[in-house]
């Protein structure tokens, strides 16, 4: 399996600030994902981070409020920008494709606990 | 569209009974099906998956799930439940021509109590 790191682990932000969310895997993989998740509720895709190309984002998310970064095949960012208390979240990353391990297993960070005041 | 349900919001048992958590999908093509358990203020952890072969799959910390084409269902089971085994179960779907995307059911809370 993968380990996957996520910085930070928690914020408090204020309206109309961005934040950066970063995500680091252990090993290369092929997939990486984000997602967001309201306490005790299911999960909601974001985007597909892609390695040297634009993210490919899901119904509702917009590059120019969630912008993603990939450079390499271990990392990966979230910017959250300008802010508001809808916002508020956990936001996970995830990956997939590990070498030697099924691709389509995936596995997630421990998130990162957003509030927006 | 692809979809997963999970009809229960909540499960309750008492410790050392079998536990179900059922599962069932609607997709296109064949189903690549996943558990996922959240222990609170955690990520999700995988549980186990069902690609292809045997329909009974074996996982992590005793638990298993049986793959039922018929019934388009992937019911989560353990014999004997913990209570360290409270946590938010969620089932997940990927189809092959999905680009490896993961649906999401929308999760039951497993109660053991002593």
């Avoid at chain 1, 981070?49 to 990939?70: H, L, M």
Wanted: some cysteine; proline content about 5%.
């Amino acid at each position: 399996s993968a380990v996957i790191s996520q910085k930070p682990s928690r914020d408090i932000c204020q309206r109309g600030t961005s934040l950066t969310i970063q995500c680091q895997v252990d090993s290369q993989v092929t997939m990486m994902f984000w997602y967001r998740q309201q306490p005790g509720q299911s999960l909601t895709l974001i985007a597909t981070a892609n390695q040297g190309s634009e993210a490919t984002y899901e119904s509702g998310f917009v590059i120019d409020k969630f912008p993603i970064s990939r450079p390499n095949l271990t990392f990966s960012t979230l910017t959250v920008s300008n802010m508001s208390p809808e916002d508020s979240s956990i936001y996970l990353c995830s990956a997939s494709g590990l070498a030697g391990v099924g691709s389509y297993e995936q596995y997630f960070g421990p998130g990162t606990r957003l509030t927006v005041t | 569209a692809q979809s997963v349900a999970q009809p229960e919001d909540q499960v309750n048992v008492a410790e050392g009974n079998p536990l179900t958590v059922k599962c069932t999908y609607s997709v296109s093509g064949n189903p690549y099906l996943f558990w996922y358990v959240q222990y609170p203020n955690r990520g999700l952890q995988f549980l186990l998956k069902y690609i292809t072969g045997d329909n009974l799959v074996k996982g992590s910390y005793g638990f298993e799930a049986e793959f039922n084409k018929s019934q388009t269902s992937f019911h989560l089971k353990k014999p004997s439940a913990l209570v360290s085994d409270s946590a938010l179960y969620f089932c997940a779907v990927i189809t092959y021509n999905q680009g490896g995307k993961l649906i999401f059911g929308q999760g039951t809370e497993l109660s053991v109590k002593p």
